[in-house]
């Protein structure tokens, strides 16, 4: 969720023996997919995969995969050998590995945070990387990210935006985290995007310890040759290599906002291990922290 995860795909993108796709959320998003439910291979549900092929990024309902690249036809011959739902998702991203003359396949889908047991069910075997970001810098990025009304529709969004960015960064971030600590052993591991671009390096060989692949000095090359040197991009857009203070809360967030944000996520801020910038909360925004509270938990 806006937490650098553009960065940590294309560093393990650039891995020689690692595809990584961009957001393809269509997974968790099939028709009858659920917990304890590993869904049939029918003709309905092979259409509907090739239906999400060309589906824009902000599709509704129903999931996307057009960054896996792959055409209808490789889809369903995909399906002529599989007989479940994860059985094909297997061969789908077999077929992104084999396009890209790799060996393995993963992908970047922030939302999937929010399923982690669902998916362990799935593909038991596969490895969960949870990229943890200051919730302060991730509140700036929100900012940025839902400029054009795209969460116009929740109250709180329209009259304390950053209680809204608050919450949810508290809410998504302490599930993933309680989801995948249960997982096996090896199974999951914990990042932080500040230690990403501050030593990328040693971030880059405990990815690699946890995937069990060697680690290559190409992964933390990924930007040359992109266009880097673009003046008025965005780091993402621009392929900036790990940059320290891309966004920095301390510089961009009003004194206020920091205030109610630490109101609201200030202990899970302390837990991962990020100082926070009030000792105590005034009892003017400890009454607008409670108030953000009534109107937001309805809709949790």
């Known amino acids: 969720m806006r937490s650098g995860t553009t960065l940590l795909q294309r560093i393990l993108d650039a891995h020689?023996?690692?595809?990584?796709?961009?957001?393809?959320?269509?997974?968790?998003?099939?028709?009858?997919?659920?917990?304890?439910?590993?869904?049939?291979v029918t003709p309905e549900l092979v259409d509907w995969v090739v239906a999400r092929r060309r589906a824009p990024a902000r599709a509704k309902p129903g999931g996307r995969l057009?960054?896996?690249?792959?055409?209808?036809?490789?889809?369903?011959?995909?399906?002529?050998r599989t007989a479940t739902w994860s059985e094909l998702v297997g061969a789908l991203y077999d077929a992104v590995a084999e396009r890209r003359r790799k060996p393995h396949a993963g992908q970047k889908t922030p939302v999937y945070a929010g399923h982690i047991p669902l998916l362990h069910e799935l593909f038991?075997?596969?490895?969960?990387?949870?990229?943890?970001?200051?919730?302060?810098?991730?509140?700036?990025?929100?900012?940025?990210?839902a400029s054009d009304g795209r969460l116009a529709h929740h109250t709180l969004w329209r009259e304390e935006p950053v209680a809204l960015c608050a919450l949810r960064w508290?809410?998504?971030v302490e599930r993933a985290r309680r989801?995948?600590?249960?997982?096996?052993?090896?199974?999951?591991?914990?990042?932080g995007y500040e230690n990403l671009v501050r030593a990328p390096e040693a971030t880059a060989n405990r990815l690699c310890d946890l995937l069990r692949l060697p680690f290559r000095p190409e992964m933390l090359r990924f930007h040359e040759g992109a266009?880097?040197?673009?003046?008025?991009?965005?780091?993402?857009?621009?392929?900036?290599p790990p940059t320290v203070?891309?966004?920095?809360?301390?510089?961009?967030?009003?004194?206020?906002?920091?205030?109610?944000?630490?109101?609201?996520?200030?202990?899970?801020?302390?837990?991962?291990?990020?100082?926070?910038?009030?000792?105590?909360?005034?009892?003017?925004?400890t009454e607008t922290a409670e108030r953000c509270l009534a109107i937001h938990r309805p809709r949790r």
């Open 66 to 80: 057009r960054s896996l690249e792959l055409d209808g036809a490789v889809i369903r011959d995909a399906a002529t």
């Open 170 to 172: 508290r809410m998504r």
């Open 245 to 285: 203070g891309v966004r920095d809360w301390r510089a961009d967030l009003a004194p206020r906002d920091v205030e109610l944000f630490e109101a609201l996520a200030g202990d899970l801020l302390t837990e991962l291990g990020y100082p926070r910038a009030y000792d105590s909360i005034s009892p003017e925004i």
């Open 227 to 240: 266009h880097d040197r673009v003046r008025g991009l965005s780091a993402k857009d621009a392929w900036r």
């Open 16 to 40: 020689p023996e690692l595809a990584v796709t961009t957001d393809a959320d269509f997974i968790v998003r099939v028709p009858g997919v659920e917990r304890g439910t590993d869904p049939a």
């Open 124 to 145: 038991p075997w596969a490895k969960v990387i949870h990229l943890l970001r200051d919730g302060r810098d991730v509140t700036l990025s929100m900012l940025d990210w």
């Open 179 to 191: 989801d995948g600590q249960a997982l096996p052993a090896g199974s999951y591991l914990e990042l």
